[in-house]
């Protein structure tokens, strides 16, 4: 299956809401205002912003205005083409070796699974790959990490349960630095965004990767489960406070309607999304690619 048909699958959810109300709104044939107010309510109801979905909706209407365009073949161009826009808006990440790459994120988002498929990833791109289990907070944690290190067939590095995550961090990355390792991916507690204690505790890891290995190529990624919709934005904006995000990976994008939010979330706090979760299992991670995921909207 390509890239294009999972994201059809994936985001069906999304785009049989969103198809079904746009049909309905272009069948009454009118162009006017109450037109593009009715456009706004099918955005929100995707689960982007109001305030993206009036930039957006905004926009549409003085090129669609200018144009004394009344087809619905062209305005429904102009708005996968302003999605496209607003999606590709922040920088596009590029992961760059020797990597460093935290993976950051609530409890129950999947990031043990998408950091399991991004080792595979990598292995497959011929990159060698260690993985740290600095999550030393949650029982099993680094047991259940392992079973994914031995199936992407990549190091782990652990320390007791209870032990210092910073102290992980610290071991895997000089491990990294001697065997000149491609990549470094880093396991993190979950934590909710709320928990002051444990926002420090990452903090702390990420001063020792600056510290300890200021050379390499760090990245910040936070995993979101696309089921929370808008209500990720406040996850985002206290990780990228504590850390500076770089980039997002998208979980469980199957099982949600509103899929329409990482388009406002990734554009109005600047942060691209990387990858995308498609299924259950190892191989099943992509590159985000904004193009492939408007045209699967529609």
Not at 160 to 170: H, L, N, Q
Request: hydrophobic share 40%.
């Amino acid at each position: 299956m390509g890239l294009f048909s999972k994201f059809k699958s994936i985001l069906s959810k999304t785009r049989d809401g969103l198809s079904k109300k746009l049909n309905e709104l272009f069948a009454k044939d009118k162009l006017g205002e109450e037109f593009y107010e009715e456009l706004e309510d099918i955005l929100i109801s995707a689960d982007v912003s109001v305030s993206t979905t009036m930039e957006i909706v905004d926009e549409i209407r003085d090129v669609a205005i200018k144009e004394k365009c009344k087809d619905k073949d062209y305005v429904i161009k102009l708005l996968k083409q302003e999605l496209f826009d607003t999606l590709n808006y922040a920088d596009k990440l590029e992961i760059k070796t020797p990597a460093v790459i935290m993976v950051v994120g609530v409890n129950g988002v999947g990031k043990t699974t998408s950091i399991g498929k991004l080792a595979n990833k990598f292995v497959k791109e011929k990159k060698s790959v260690t993985i740290a289990a600095a999550d030393t907070f949650r029982a099993a944690a680094a047991d259940q990490l392992s079973v994914w290190a031995d199936r992407a067939k990549v190091r782990i590095i652990k320390h007791s349960e209870g032990a210092d995550a910073s102290a992980v961090v610290y071991d895997a990355v000089a491990s990294c630095k001697a065997k000149n390792t491609d990549v470094l991916i880093i396991d993190t507690a979950g934590r909710l965004h709320v928990k002051a204690n444990l926002m420090e505790e990452l903090k702390k890891m990420d001063r020792v990767v600056k510290r300890e290995y200021p050379d390499v190529n760090y990245y910040k990624l936070i995993v979101l489960d696309s089921t929370t919709g808008q209500n990720a934005e406040s996850q985002v904006k206290t990780f990228n406070e504590a850390v500076s995000l770089d980039g997002i990976i998208l979980t469980k994008l199957d099982g949600t309607a509103k899929g329409g939010f990482i388009i406002s979330l990734s554009y109005e706090q600047e942060i691209p999304v990387c990858y995308v979760g498609t299924g259950e299992t190892i191989d099943d991670i992509e590159d985000f690619n904004a193009e492939e995921f408007v045209e699967a909207l529609f």
